[in-house]
DNA sequence: CTGTTAGCGCTTTCAA
DNA sequence: TTGAAAGCGCTAACAG
């Protein structure tokens, strides 16, 4: 490199409020009072100050502030992981809710993690309150301890007394997309997906049961299967070998659907002519695809911004009744469920 | 109506480390002691304080800890934006590394925020160091000032004196995917997208410049585009109408590519067979399509675990030689650069 | 092994 | 409009 960094730059203790009011001549009562924007500052005051931090280039404490003003304008937010696009709109939508409302973002991954309530409780050191996914597998017993001593937000959990709730609807969307694949003739539906996994999952078969109930025929177990990739191509392998037999899948989400799809053509299965697939969430690959994956569209940013609004609501104690949020979803109609695909000219487009 | 003082919340003042002392009948320090798992506790006094705390439901304070130990055990984070898995992939890298050094981790997303120079200086007043993407669009001045109070680590950014930088190689492997394509004996070959967006582009289009010349022939000006879906279909709109003249696309990254990709198929014309797509970064669609996307893999998880890790070396003063981190790439060839796809059995696997 | 005691850097009365 | 001073909750000498 052409800079050669004679000397390498060291990050010493720093500048601090002491050292900026010496520097401009008053007293850290006033550098205080303008850092904080306060109004009953004499303009020549505020510029010295403002100078004498500038060159100082002052860096404050956030630890310091929170100490004094006993709280740490930060929220924490615990996701399972980050693969997909489904945590990460939810952590879009709470980080630039959170920053509106003037809060940093401490996140936590829960997957891997050792040691994962003392992790949460670590996190909840630092934070005036957090929010949780509720599939992270963290023990009820850490939740309910957490929501004791500071607000806590469980996305897409069950409710709890201690803590509040927010999720998109589940039930009856997919009694919805349930009842439109039953409207194609279709009669031998299975539900892909582990309802025990998550109260989304099981509100998703729930809706799958009703839908069924009301067209008066019964409705399969469902397969328990996990939300991979690997385990939706394994189940197009059980249907190919005849192990499991259905003329339509409804796939808790659309990485399983996908992989289903991909696997049960690439083996020369016709979808939706031979068996529909329907899935859950509308990742961008869903209108890739071919045929277009008719799916779920989930609200998942909205999610994750009522998520720290309720937390703050919490921390600053607009005491809003506890309880139970949910947010709607709506139907993607495409073609993998049996409706004809739309003309060439426009299939590429959402 | 109640005077100022009567809070709704629900969440207390909660109990210090003076309330656990008074309640386990010992000192703070000795509470401090057995919380820091300091070994030179007597197992009574170590239960006891346990107890206290649990029974106290004692949450600490970090903000009181960092201030007595003058650092606060937290890594910046800053991404533009989370869509697509590039970001997120860096992100959990990043998390997992931070959380095995004991660090904790605050997000920042730049995109949207108004006063960015301001919202940065703001983490920075909470974490012991920073990570920011290249492209984050963080004025340099900012950047330097940062890197002046605290380390900084710039991902697939461009060097710079005071701040380390770690990225992935863009160069060879961009002149190696381009000579891939020219091996299928395509002629007139196009890099889409903007090389003055972040270095990472400039450098690709700099391989793909680097592979024409020693193949003896002149490369094409880049065509620049942004990197969204949109921008692709555009694009391919533009080859359709004949305003613009290629044999095979080098696209700066996946989205650009598949866009493209369906949106020429959907018109008529045939991939590979009358022009070559290649992509880069290896996002999940990219082996879902029909061809798959001949793309270039970027260990994105390592990057953002070298972020941290560079981080930590700086905060904990291992004074390293300050400068750039390259890490690998590798090429993975499917079908839509000419390549005979696999046969069916496999087709869905990575 | 335990307790006492200074701070850490900032905010915030309270007086002047 | 300003400054002095008292904490905020925790850590870490330093004695005992």
Redesign the interface.
């Given at each position: 490199?052409a800079?050669g960094?004679g000397h390498?730059?060291r990050?010493p203790a720093?500048a601090t409020i002491y050292s900026v009011a010496e520097r401009a001549g008053v007293s850290i009562a006033s550098v205080s009072r303008v850092l904080q924007g306060s109004q009953a500052v004499s303009e020549k005051t505020r510029k010295r100050v403002l100078e004498a931090a500038d060159e100082l280039?002052y860096?404050?404490?956030?630890?310091?502030r929170?100490?004094a003003v006993r709280h740490?304008e930060?929220h924490g937010l615990v996701l399972p992981?980050?693969?997909g696009?489904y945590?990460?709109?939810l952590?879009?939508g709470f980080?630039?809710r959170a920053?509106e409302l003037g809060q940093?973002?401490?996140?936590?991954?829960a997957e891997?993690?050792a040691d994962l309530p003392r992790?949460v409780?670590?996190?909840?050191?630092?934070v005036d309150g957090l929010a949780m996914l509720g599939s992270s597998a963290i023990p009820d017993e850490t939740v309910s301890?957490l929501g004791?001593?500071?607000?806590v937000v469980l996305i897409a959990g069950d409710e709890k007394a201690t803590v509040d709730t927010v999720s998109s609807e589940n039930t009856s969307s997919a009694r919805e997309i349930t009842a439109h694949v039953l409207g194609h003739g279709r009669t031998r539906l299975l539900f892909v997906g582990d309802p025990t996994v998550s109260p989304d999952i099981r509100d998703r078969y729930a809706g799958f049961v009703a839908a069924h109930a009301s067209a008066g025929i019964v409705a399969a177990e469902a397969v328990t299967v996990s939300l991979r990739e690997a385990d939706g191509?394994a189940l197009a392998d059980r249907l190919l070998r005849g192990d499991l037999e259905a003329d339509a899948l409804v796939c808790a989400n659309d990485e399983l659907a996908?992989?289903v799809m991909?696997?049960l053509r690439?083996?020369g299965l016709r979808v939706p002519e031979d068996v529909a697939v329907v899935g859950w969430d509308d990742v961008?690959?869903a209108r890739?695809?071919?045929p277009g994956l008719t799916t779920v569209r989930q609200p998942v940013r909205e999610l994750g911004a009522r998520a720290s609004d309720l937390l703050h609501e919490?921390?600053t104690?607009?005491?809003a009744p506890r309880g139970a949020q949910v947010i709607p979803t709506h139907l993607v109609i495409r073609s993998s469920c049996g409706c004809p695909p739309p003309p060439?000219?426009v299939?590429?487009?959402p």
């Open positions: 490199m800079t960094s390498p730059t990050h720093g280039h860096v404050p404490l956030a630890a310091a929170s100490l740490h930060a992981e980050l693969s696009p945590y990460s709109e952590l879009m980080e630039y920053a940093s973002v401490v996140l936590m991954l891997g993690k992790a409780r670590k996190l909840a050191t630092r301890a004791g001593s500071k607000p191509t996908l992989a991909v696997r690439g083996s961008m690959t890739y695809v071919e919490r921390i104690g607009s005491a060439v000219a299939r590429a487009l």
